[in-house]
């Protein structure tokens, strides 16, 4: 299973998934540098990721917390907290813009 990620040069990344993790976890496990300080506390707001309009809907509906840190941060309509989103088997496919602030790994 894989989650689609396009960072901030447009490039698309496809990344192995492992369902029960956050999004936010598998972003950093493949050595992108997403911030998420409070580690997925929905405290602090910088795992903030734009969700591919195909597949907002598909998402579930944000919490009152996560809400709160998305008005907090200025986040844009189409932006959810990574950490706040759980790899399922029907996320297969996921697609995401990642921040400008986030650098994808160098290649190897
Ligand atoms: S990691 Fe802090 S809000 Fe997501």
């Known amino acids: 299973m894989k989650i689609i990620v396009a960072d901030s040069g447009g490039v698309e990344h496809a990344l192995d998934a492992v369902e029960g993790w ?3 976890e598998i972003i950093r496990a493949h050595g992108f540098g997403l911030e ?4 997925g506390s929905c405290v602090c707001g910088t795992c903030q990721v ?4 195909a597949w ?3 998402l579930h509906e944000p919490r009152e917390d ?3 840190r998305l008005d ?9 907290l990574s950490c706040q989103l ?3 088997e029907e996320l297969d496919g996921l697609r995401l813009v990642l921040p400008e602030n986030v650098k994808a790994p160098e290649p190897a």
Do not use: K, Q
Request: negative net charge; hydrophobic residues 40%; contains cysteine.
């Open 86 to 88: 759980i790899f399922t």
């Open 56 to 58: 907002a809907a598909r």
């Open 72 to 80: 907090e941060n200025f986040a844009e309509p189409d932006e959810r």
């Open 66 to 68: 996560e809400l709160e």
């Open 22 to 24: 956050r999004v936010m």
């Open 50 to 53: 734009h969700v591919d309009p």
């Open 36 to 39: 998420a300080e409070c580690g």
